[in-house]
């Protein structure tokens, strides 16, 4: 808060106890606030002490009846001049603090001086509370103007009848005007400035506006200010829902803040809880049982930490929004827990220095639902620091459904196609697979469900990896080469590098049917924009969750739940788990955030297990995986087109230029059954590579579609016989093939 471009003075202090600021509440916690006579000497008489109690009913009286009287005297419009300005409530510095997508607190950060001072709003705390603070302390507050000469007037009798104060005559307001003004409270000049100021906070603001003052500046000892930040760190909850207990503990801590803190002093805490339950039980505000049994519950003996959920995210959202008082993310706070919790026991269990990422995603809207960076934001020894669900590493066989789908999308293979799985090389290039064991012939759905390397690299020899490389930024990855070179068969085993966050994007996107989806932590506001181009069509797409599907799971797991992915990177640095369900997709991320290897880390054996743990942590039903879409073909490989029966690889491609369409299926002069003569005919697909979209597809001559990116078209024939189909690109070149129906 600041002041004629000045910085105010710290909103700190002691407040008074059941009335009292300046006058010292309760000689058991702190001396009096006014010079008095020390004690009589031995053989002095009762007639010494009236002196004294004079003098400090004479004070009270005094200031009442100046200020009374008075009224805009020299003196109080002189002191008018040198109050600070009423605060707004709303404008108060408080910490910064970060909420999830339900409002509830992910993190806070301290204000000047490592000061802890939540935003808090009335409605917010319990209203019990409320009602014994007041009961305490104000029980007029409704009904005065900032001062409540009544509770002056009985201070003075109280003083005069028993030598020392009982009770004083501060009320809520001169309280907020005594921690806005900060300073003394111990002269009686002091005592006239916050009667002053009181009245002007009360001019200014309402009662609920004035509380909350209170609420917000109020000292609870160290550097805790406001019940909001004293409710977090001494009973580890939010102030909505109060013990009776607590809330008489929270009562008496702002009268002497620092001789009471329950963590430094339980037993003076617990006589002040149980003086102010002992004064609500005279005043009629407690029941007698009520505050026995309040009495029995144990004072806190230590603080708790503040929370530091998505701690990594958090930080990031500071440096985007400095000057934000409130920060939403779209995580949930609840499973967002969980989750650090799991990776942290994870980690604990793979090694010393290990660490485990987890990112969740709705592939629907692109909401981030929880992101753990590391497994252990203050853990030093796992460089918990570092958010590994950004870090760029070795993917090793995650892209392995992308590069299948590029063939499916390109007529070049179906899930039942045959494929080699035999030693091969590739211009120099000998993959192996991981086990060092090759299948032999094999069909595409079992290549990929046991992560053959062989067959993957022959399929990414035939798509291209620049195409690969293309789709995954259409999917918005963020791939990087080694030294800006040209993507080679390597990429498709790992030769690449990227995140945790690109890989559940692009997972996302086959869960979507091959739309992308933006991912975001911050919620984003839906508006309509143009159709992004695909990562894979829908059929495609399909296919490759439909395979996923059936990839073995972990021991804990069920088969067919989700459709998921493993993936271990050279030398054991990284350990990935990949899946999704119909409407959220889970990335893990294993290994050492420097880079360094694990023994015995692999993505089925550590990343897989923590995949399926997390699913069950979202709780609910799992929604279903998607049906599969119109044009999809399910078939064994003996009901399959000739040319489907068997991958066939880069013996389709022909020598035309590399950026002509091509119609890849069905190849030039076949025959293709669709049931026509069997009365039960289906659509026939046509699929074309290369080329520059939008196409323009035409069945003998005339123009059956139009598509802005879908590299695939389905036409049903009016009969059997001969059909001629042309595909023609946006640059206005064209392939032609002729094939014969039935």
Known sequence: MEHDGQPSPPLRGRVGEGGTASLSPDTSDSPPTLPLPGPPHKGEGEGRKWPRRAAIAGVVLGLAGFFGYAGLSDAVRQIETTLPPVPDPATVPTSQIVVDRADTLLRPYTIAEGRWRLPVKLSDVDPMFVTMLKGYEDRRFNEHHGVDWRAFARAAAQILRNGHVVSGGSTLTMQVARLVQGGSTRQAESKLRQIVHARALEDRLDKNQILSLYLTLAPYGGNLEGIRAATLAYFGKEPRRLTIAEAALLVALPQSPEARRPDRDPKAAKAARDRVLDRLVAAGILDEETATSAKTERIPEGRKPFPMLAAHLGDQARKRHPAEPVIRLTVDGRLQAKLEALAGARAAATGAKASVAILVADHVTGDILASVGSAGFMDGTRNGFV????????????????????????????????????????????????????????????????????????????????????????????????????????????????????????????????????????????????????????????????????????????????????????????????????????????????????????????????????????????????????????????????????????????????????????????????????????????????????????????????????????????????????????????????????
């Open 387 to 742: 958010d590994m669900t950004e870090a760029i590493r070795s993917p090793g066989s995650t892209l392995k459904p992308l590069i299948y789908g590029l063939a499916f999308e390109q007529g070049l293979a179906h899930p039942q196609s045959l494929i080699e799985d035999r030693p091969s090389a590739f211009a120099g290039y000998a993959p192996v697979n991981f086990d060092g064991f090759y299948r032999g012939t094999v069909t595409i759905h079992d290549a990929l469900t046991q992560s053959l390397n062989v067959p993957a690299v022959q399929v990414l020899d035939a798509v291209g990896p620049a195409r690969l490389i293309a789709r995954m930024k259409r999917a918005e990855a963020s791939p990087r080469l080694p030294d800006m070179s040209a993507a080679g068969l390597a990429v498709g085993l790992g030769g690449v590098g990227i995140s945790l966050r690109d890989l559940v994007s692009l997972y996302g996107a086959i869960a979507r049917g091959g739309r992308p989806v933006t991912l975001h932590t911050e919620p984003a506001p839906r508006t309509p924009t143009a159709e992004p181009a695909p990562v894979l069509e829908p059929v495609a797409a399909w296919y490759v969750g439909n395979i996923l599907a059936d990839v073995p799971p972990p021991t804990i797991g069920a088969r067919g739940r989700i459709a998921y992915k493993t993936g271990t990177s050279y030398g054991y640095r990284d350990a990935w788990s990949i899946g999704f369900d119909g409407r959220t997709v889970i990335g893990v991320w294993a290994g050492r955030a420097d880079g360094a290897p694990v023994s015995g880390l692999s993505g089925i054996g550590t990343a897989a297990p923590i995949l399926f743990e997390a699913f069950d942590k979202l709780g609910g039903d799992r929604a279903p995986l998607a049906p599969a879409p119109r044009g999809a073909l399910i078939a064994a490989n003996g009901d399959l087109p000739a040319p489907l029966k068997r991958f066939r690889g880069s013996e389709i491609l022909t020598n035309k230029a590399p950026d002509t369409p091509q119609i890849a299926f069905p190849p030039d002069g076949v025959q293709v059954d669709l049931g026509i003569r069997a009365g039960d005919p289906m659509p026939l697909m046509i699929k074309i590579r290369n080329g520059q979209p939008p196409f323009t597809w035409f069945a003998n001559g005339l123009p059956i579609a139009r598509t802005p990116f879908a590299r695939s078209e389905s036409w049903a024939p009016d009969g059997p016989g001969f059909v001629t189909l042309s595909v023609v690109d946006s640059a206005g070149r064209s392939d032609r093939v002729t094939v014969f129906v039935e």
